[in-house]
């Protein structure tokens, strides 16, 4: 029998690289050491030869990459003796929060845009016994009133402006160039808060400037198309789009993510609604793989630029499949086939299943 060391979360993996204290009280769910799979089937469709990969970070314990993050901001915020945690979220922050909160034993603040947030996330922050604070505005406007509770309040904003959470995220990078043995030629995000392309920009520049790696990919951050102040090059005042983790108008780490693409020589570009629903179908169809609406605008936009050239065959490409897909059954249930209801009986169950028999 072969024994494994057991796995216990990002921060026990890469002590070393995060601002963490030999006695530092860790607080984490297990998260991180997600999943890169590589595509078989949709390639073949496309008739390209690209190598992609997706980061599946809806395996993470609360279901998105914000797990990385909250590790590190809620372990640094109760070392330095906070109570309590606030975030302004669309949703996966909030679920994050309030787990780790509650793994700490300290009180999660959310606020969340009344309506606006997908069924799962809602009741995971419900769950975990948050204080679920809904206001009547987005969440640009939800940020704007954590900045301005936290200089106040005693409580730690856990949003992606804590310096904490960009330093744990950057880990994902790390998982990737360990798992490829390289930096893939191609990094695509999807772009909200804009605080996930900075940090994994933080990661492989790490690797990098360590010398573990000879390059770093070129970063491309994917917007859906009425939410893309990084595409209208200024900030947008009423954000729209079925990907409701990504309705933000104003995001926090403007600059940073600007300077990241000049620095990696990448882009931004947009996606249509309607483009991110069939690409999250299609990875859902053809590969198994579930992911929520506003991760499947990393490979709507990579698929999209493969197609016209921009992403020339042969790369390595990863995109990150920002959170699953369960967290909105409304969305997934509204955009797949009928189910087919039949009588409890043999001949009718045989005569429904006769047309789909291959
Ligand atoms: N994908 C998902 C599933 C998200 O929940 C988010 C952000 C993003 C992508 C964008 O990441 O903000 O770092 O550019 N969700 C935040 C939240 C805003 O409140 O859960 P980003």
Request: glycine share 8%.
């Amino acid at each position: 029998m072969v024994f494994r060391r057991r796995y216990t979360g990002l921060i026990d993996q890469y002590r070393d690289r995060l601002p963490v204290h030999d006695d530092t009280r860790i607080i984490s769910l297990g998260e991180g050491n997600t999943p890169l799979v590589r595509l078989n089937n949709i390639p073949k469709i496309l008739g390209k030869a690209i190598d992609v990969y997706v980061k599946y970070e809806g395996l993470n314990p609360t279901g998105s990459f914000k797990d990385r993050g909250m590790t590190m901001a809620v372990t640094r915020a109760v070392e330095e003796g906070s109570k309590a945690i606030i975030c302004a979220s669309t949703g996966n922050t909030s679920a994050s929060a309030a787990a780790y909160a509650a793994r700490a034993g300290i009180t999660a603040f959310v606020l969340i845009p009344e309506g606006k947030i997908a069924l799962g996330k809602l009741a995971q922050a419900m769950m975990h016994g948050a204080v679920v604070l809904q206001i009547q505005g987005n969440f640009d406007k939800g940020m704007q009133l954590v900045k301005d509770i936290g200089e106040t309040t005693p409580v730690t904003i856990v949003n992606s402006i804590n310096p904490f959470r960009l330093q744990g995220q950057k880990t994902a990078a790390f998982e990737i160039i360990e798992e490829l043995q390289a930096a893939p030629d191609y990094h695509c995000l999807p772009v909200g808060n804009a605080g996930n392309i900075t940090a994994h920009w933080i990661g492989y520049t790490e690797y990098y400037q360590h010398g573990l790696v000879n390059s770093r990919p070129i970063m491309l951050g994917y917007q859906a198309s009425g939410s893309a102040p990084f595409l209208r090059g200024k900030m947008v005042d009423h954000p729209e789009t079925v990907a409701t983790a990504i309705r933000i108008g104003h995001p926090q780490s403007w600059d940073k993510a600007w300077n990241v693409q000049k620095e990696s020589q990448g882009w931004f570009d947009e996606c249509t609604d309607e483009e991110i629903l069939a690409t999250q179908k299609l990875l859902a169809e053809q590969e198994g793989i579930f992911c929520e609406p506003a991760s499947a605008s990393s490979l709507a936009g990579a698929l999209r630029d493969v197609k016209q050239g921009k992403i020339p065959e042969g790369s390595k490409i990863v995109c990150t499949l920002t959170g699953h897909g369960l967290k909105d059954p409304d969305i997934a249930i509204k955009q797949s086939q009928e189910v087919i209801t039949v009588k409890a009986e043999l001949a009718e169950v045989q005569q429904a299943m006769t047309a789909y028999l291959k």
